[in-house]
């Protein structure tokens, strides 16, 4: 679906947060956002959620910088983990909300002590995660921690950046920001690894 | 069975992320421990969310039209927008790649089945989601999820007292791992500042009730007490300040009012 850049925030009749059922809209939206990655469903709840979460950033943040990247952050998280919002356990800005509030904490964390850190997933871990834990049985778990074991056989530095992106779901430029390293870096060093790994399985389990 | 509970101003400031840091570890360990809780939290987190996102919606609706020197302008949102939906086609190109080619071919030939890159991602939340152990010298206890990422000191001991501190930055507030062995007892004290007690393993007692596993307790100034335990119990506490002890011997005691703060 194309985005017509120039008609935002113009467009009365394409607002969809401008319907009477905002809270069906939303859930619609993040709905075409996890399945097909939809453009003009995350530029609507872009819309209706950034300049709420940029009022909610700078009365804690206290910094109109900081408060644009809570957005960017907050609104970056929803793109990539509208799959994890599911309408049968809360309304969709109780999701959005928590993952501003986590986005947030670990902020503030990172400008009072300088710690990089993020524990706000661990301190409010959402339904979602859990639920979706809940339903793996112990089998997949084991398989699972043999192709952990894989990853635990790479070098420290690669696996740091296996395990941000791939299981702490980072970007690699989050990731970049979080290790102190350049973007460069994360992207050579996630190259190395992954060609590792395959070569890894692939010696073992080729027939 | 549960006796004891963060108030409910506590719990909305958790909800609402306003609680001091370490405040919020401890709470959320309670929470994690109490059903009673998880379901407040939620109700509370629900209402914030309405707070900050749809009661004034009318206003808000066009979201450019706000007009303040502080609101999000219409060059900088477009960037965002294009830097985010960027993402799949561009950032996240390498991880697709490894999601789709690498991890479910590796995945596939551990087993027949055919894993999905998310059923994968799911069980490597229970991987993580699996309690860190943290042992004692009677024994072994899983810790609170909420401080999965910190890391604890090695236990120091004054009699049937020890404690092991996470090392966990939050102004004075400090956090720790308290042990009292069987038959063990803390001496009458008051604070100048809090002392919250999460009861993880075991019972006390002290001259306010008896406490047992998941039990929350938050003493501020005006509070003495003199906990004792029968059969031994570890806590996680966050004090933020020396105990003062109110009898006889304080100096004798000064060793062991430090070794809990
Ligand atoms: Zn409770």
Known sequence: ?207 | MINYHPTLAVLTAFAQGDLEDSISLIVASHVQMCEHCQQEVAKLTEAAAEQVFEQDNLEDIEPFKETTSSSLNMALSIEMLDDIMSLDVDGTAEQSNFKEETLTEGLKHLNQHNDSYEDALNQSNIVSQNARIISHKDGELPLPRALNSLNAAPWQGVGKVSRARFQFNDDERRLSLLKIDKGGQIPQHTHTGIEITLLLEGSFEDDMGRYQKGDFIWLDKDHTHSPITQEGCVCLTLVSDSLYFTQGFSKLLNPLGKLIY
């Open chain 1, 1 to 207: 679906m194309q985005l017509s850049i120039n008609n935002f925030g113009t467009d009365k009749e394409n607002s969809i947060a401008t319907q009477p059922q905002l809270a069906t809209d939303l859930c619609v939206c993040l709905d075409l956002v996890a399945q097909h990655k939809d453009k003009k469903a995350f530029t609507e709840l872009f819309h209706f959620f950034a300049p709420k979460i940029k009022r909610f950033g700078l009365s804690k943040l206290n910094s109109d910088a900081m408060a644009n990247e809570l957005v960017q952050d907050t609104m970056t998280l929803v793109w990539k983990k509208a799959h994890l919002f599911h309408s049968s356990k809360g309304a969709a800005t109780t999701w959005v909300y928590t993952l501003m509030r986590n986005t947030c904490f670990d902020t503030l964390r990172k400008i009072k002590h300088k710690d990089e850190i993020s524990l706000s997933d661990d301190i409010w871990p959402t339904d979602a995660e859990e639920a979706l834990a809940d339903e793996a049985d112990f089998k997949d778990h084991l398989l699972n921690e043999k192709v952990l074991s894989y990853v635990d056989n790479l070098p420290l530095a690669q696996q740091s950046i296996i395990k941000g992106v791939y299981y702490q779901e980072l970007t690699q430029e989050q990731l970049a920001k979080q290790l102190g390293i350049p973007l460069g870096t994360v992207k050579s060093r996630l190259r190395l690894a992954l060609s590792k790994l395959k070569q890894q399985m692939g010696d073992k389990y080729h027939d």
